[in-house]
Nanobody, 122 residues
Framework: QVQLVESGGGLVQAGGSLRLSCAASVRTFRIRAMGWFRQAPGKEREFVASIIRDGGTTLYGDLVKGRFTISGDNAKNTVYLQMNSLKPEDTAVYYC???????????????WGQGTQVTVSS
């Protein structure tokens, strides 16, 4: 069973930065990509970013391009999301995902973490 555990969420002022981490319990052939979705209250779940484990190709949602960077460490089975220039509209629960991916369709990711809250004030 694959388990994804997120960390790094919290409260930050607009313009600040946070770094999210997601550690996978095991490696599996079912995981081609890992990434992040987010969901704010009353809004649709939104694709944030993904990375293909073999080769490191990345993909970003339009609203975070230029501000967020996804990276991975295959040896540690870990993916990161560096979030810079945070805006209040970035406030959401951020979910780590893993699966075949690699695009913005949430149904292509079989494994989901519990989520970590990111709140951007002002």
């Amino acid at each position: 069973q694959v388990q994804l555990v997120e960390s790094g969420g919290g409260l930050v002022q607009a313009g600040g930065s946070l770094r999210l981490s997601c550690a996978a319990s095991v490696r599996t052939f079912r995981i081609r990509a890992m990434g992040w979705f987010r969901q704010a209250p009353g809004k649709e779940r939104e694709f944030v970013a993904s990375i293909i484990r073999d080769g490191g190709t990345t993909l970003y949602g339009d609203l975070v391009k230029g501000r967020f960077t996804i990276s991975g460490d295959n040896a540690k089975n870990t993916v990161y999301l560096q979030m810079n220039s945070l805006k209040p509209e970035d406030t959401a629960v951020y979910y780590c995902v893993a699966g075949l991916g690699p695009g913005p369709n949430p149904r292509t990711y079989d494994y989901w973490g519990q989520g970590t809250q990111v709140t951007v004030s002002s």
